[in-house]
């Protein structure tokens, strides 16, 4: 079964094309930070911890959404092992993008660091001032930003098999349609007014 002409909703459209360039945006930043002792180390870190809580409260947002309006359905023909994992990586990806940012919120919070998302704006804690919490948050944090890396490549390459080689709309429904042209009465040609 093709389901071209189905489209997930609009809102979720734009959720999730939003929030993909926003996690990649923050894998990246998070690469640098480590790699980083620079001055540019804190501009960085600055710039992590708005993100962080912008996707939080996003996957949260789109979450609801899912919930409320469930999303087109796999075509028929897809084998059941192939819609098992394409469920299964769709609420992996959601637990990631919820328990990445509050982890690293709870982490810092441990190591006694103020989480600022503006200079004026501070989140409260969330964990208890530990040194041994921050060791295992830091850790955690960093093995779920590993995994959310490694689940969105899997998640693009699923969803090219389905745009170039299944052809299945499945790609298609989270992309933008053009509407067909309109017809329109065509000029007559020369031989037709001779």
Do not use: C
Request: proline fraction near 6%; aromatic fraction near 10%; glycine fraction near 6%.
């Amino acid at each position: 079964m093709n389901r071209d002409t189905e489209l997930f909703w609009w809102p979720a459209r734009v959720l999730h094309w939003l929030m993909a360039a926003m996690v990649l945006t923050m894998l990246f930043v998070g690469v640098g930070m480590v790699a980083s002792v620079s001055a540019r180390h804190s501009w960085l870190l600055a710039l992590h911890k708005p993100l962080g809580a912008a996707i939080l409260v996003l996957a949260v947002l789109r979450l609801i959404l899912r919930l409320w309006r469930a999303p087109p359905s796999l075509p028929a023909d897809l084998p059941a092992l192939q819609r098992i994992a394409a469920q299964a990586s769709h609420w992996l990806l959601y637990a990631l993008m919820l328990a990445l940012p509050l982890v690293g919120w709870a982490m810092l919070s441990a190591g006694g660091y103020p989480v600022m998302l503006s200079e004026s704006l501070r989140l409260p804690a969330i964990a208890p001032f530990d040194a041994d919490w921050f060791a295992v948050l830091r850790g955690l944090h960093r093995v779920l930003a590993y995994s959310l890396f490694g689940l969105i490549l899997l998640h693009a390459a699923a969803a090219l098999y389905h745009g170039l080689i299944r052809r299945d709309g499945v790609l298609r429904s989270m992309l933008w349609r053009r509407r067909a042209a309109t017809p329109t009465a065509e000029a007559p040609t020369k031989q037709d007014s001779t």
